[in-house]
């Protein structure tokens, strides 16, 4: 059973700034996960072409479960507003992703609010640079899923930049999938180094490796932790990468898992 995260950077490639769906599909398909959980997403996006990269990401890894939970209705760092409800379904949007190739038998979604502050952050690709930007609002998004260890609660998210409010949105993070079953993991980039994430929740990293910045990783925002509680279903980790991939400022994170029930 291969687990994975990767944040998209939106299918951007660093080297011409342009977003192709062949592009994006080689990066995803090359996993080989069987459930994967992406962060910033796009929808219906001028900047990626409009492409809806949840279902092409699907669709590259032959997945029959997935779905798109969006954070924003707008675009990042442009016009923009928080996700609601009733906002209009057809414009931008932009958010995380959860596929599996194993069916779901229940989904539950989280909001985790934004820091009510603007901070620094680092803007990649052509032109990029720091720039003082207002925090997005966060979800966490879950699953129970029916994998060869059984049933098994898996979730991603992307948490904030801001110092302080990404350990408070990972609080509540791990508050809500307590009322999941076990095992649970917890997949995504939570924007922690991956000492502060294995302390703050005393879950156990499935693998530890730079994922930051892609060219030439220096430290680990991305991560897959599992909650020690059944965590034995899950089996042993018998291998971890982070490919280099055609798009993003991410490398991905894929842990390859030998469950019990599976040997």
């Known amino acids: ?13 660093l080297s011409d700034g342009t977003v192709h769906a062949d592009r994006v599909a080689a990066a995803v398909a090359g996993l080989g996960a069987d459930v994967l959980g992406l962060q910033e997403v796009d929808r219906a996006q001028p900047r990626s072409a409009g492409l809806d990269l949840t279902a092409l990401a699907a669709d590259a890894l032959g997945a029959r479960t997935h779905r798109f ?3 924003i209705a707008g675009t990042p760092g442009q016009q923009w507003q928080p996700w609601r409800g009733d906002t209009d379904d057809t414009g931008p949007q932009y958010g995380i992703a959860l596929i599996s190739r194993y069916p779901a038998h229940h989904w539950q979604l989280t909001r985790l609010p934004a820091a009510p502050l603007r901070a620094p952050v680092w803007v990649p690709g052509p032109g990029g640079g720091p720039v003082l930007a207002r925090d997005e609002p966060r979800v966490l998004l879950a699953a129970v899923l029916d994998t060869p260890a059984g049933p098994v609660t898996v979730a991603t998210t992307h948490l904030s930049f801001v110092p302080g409010w990404n350990l408070r ?37 499935l693998g530890r490796a730079a994922t930051y910045p892609s060219a030439g990783p220096r430290i680990q925002l991305d991560h897959a932790l599992a909650d020690r509680h059944g965590a034995d279903r899950l089996g042993p980790v018998v291998q971890v990468r982070t490919p280099a991939a055609p798009v993003s400022d991410h490398r991905p994170l894929v842990v390859h898992l030998d469950p019990p029930h599976g040997r």
Do not use: E, K
């Open 1 to 13: 059973m291969r687990l994975a995260t990767f944040n998209l950077l939106h299918g951007q490639s």
């Open 69 to 71: 939970a969006a954070t």
């Open 169 to 205: 949105q990972l609080r509540a993070a791990v508050r809500a999938l307590r009322a999941l079953p076990a095992p649970r993991v917890l997949l995504g980039d939570l924007n922690l180094p991956a000492g502060a994430a294995r302390a703050l929740t005393g879950w156990r990293p």
